[in-house]
């Protein structure tokens, strides 16, 4: 597969402190030439099911031979392992937290390899931080993948499993499609793990959530202010949003809350 020379970058850092442009260093002094793009840094910290929600979702938005790197690591320095991903094209690293889960189910097949401290050290990579697995390994390997210098394969060895996500899929039945608010975006609104596929057979969906209904509706747009709506958001999934203001405020809803979807036709 050609390298592309984009780098991906996803954490749950913020922008306190120099820990993001020390992963960049770390990828540019191996690297020199490569594009590195921050997809976001804002994951709630130690919630890696956040990660890869936004990582399955986004990543086909970026050329064939990109490498993603996901650093939500609350297991940094254990016995926990590393895991580079192959899928659809793409390159994935992140620690094996549940994070790369929905990655894989989406992008069967996928070839997975844990990273060995050998291979590690042939690429020059050793006697890493106990803390930072973000700068001292995920970085330049993360070059060397970028740079085309080195393949998957050549990062240790291969595995048929990795740890399932800390969430659930969505739990789907004859009725109702049930799934959570796995994210929060600046606006307020509530971004569930419900893919609209889930509920195209219903007739009229209603978005149901903390005691509420909302009707499914196309934009925004379509409700007045300060009303709020269910929508299909831009990435294809089930949002619950409040035209001009915050979903998230009003409703006293966070990451976690339960959402499910009903036929409002169906009055059985």
């Not at 991903?85 to 790369?100: I, K, S």
Request: hydrophobic share 45%; aromatic share 8%; net charge negative.
């Amino acid at each position: 597969m050609p390298a592309s020379g984009v780098i991906t970058v996803t954490t749950d850092f913020g922008h306190q402190g120099p820990f993001v442009g020390v992963i960049k260093g770390s990828i540019l002094t191996r690297f020199p030439a490569a594009r590195i793009v921050d997809l976001t840094h804002e994951i709630v910290v130690h919630w890696p099911a956040e990660a890869g929600f936004w990582l399955a979702r986004a990543f086909p938005y970026f050329p064939v031979g990109t490498v993603h790197v996901a650093v939500v690591d609350p297991g940094v320095g254990t016995s926990r392992d590393i895991l580079a991903v192959e899928a659809r094209g793409h390159y994935f690293l992140a620690p094996d937290n549940g994070l790369l889960a929905g990655v894989v189910s989406r992008c069967a097949p996928a070839r997975l390899i844990r990273l060995a401290a050998l291979s590690l050290a042939r690429l020059g990579v050793s006697n890493p931080s106990a803390t930072f697995h973000g700068r001292d390994i995920f970085a330049p390997v993360a070059a060397e993948l970028a740079a085309g210098r080195c393949q998957i394969e050549d990062l240790g060895e291969a595995v048929g499993a990795l740890v399932p996500s800390w969430v659930e899929d969505p739990a789907v039945e004859p009725a109702s499609v049930t799934g959570v608010v796995i994210t929060i975006d600046h606006f307020g609104n509530l971004i569930t793990n419900i893919d609209a596929h889930l509920i195209e057979r219903f007739r009229m969906p209603v978005v149901h959530a903390g005691n509420h209904a909302f009707p499914l509706l196309r934009t925004y747009g379509d409700a007045a202010p300060g009303q709020y709506l269910s929508l299909i958001n831009s990435f294809g999934v089930v949002e619950i949003a409040r035209a001009e203001q915050s979903a998230s405020e009003g409703l006293g809803l966070s990451r976690g809350a339960p959402v499910v979807v009903r036929d409002g036709t169906d009055h059985a």
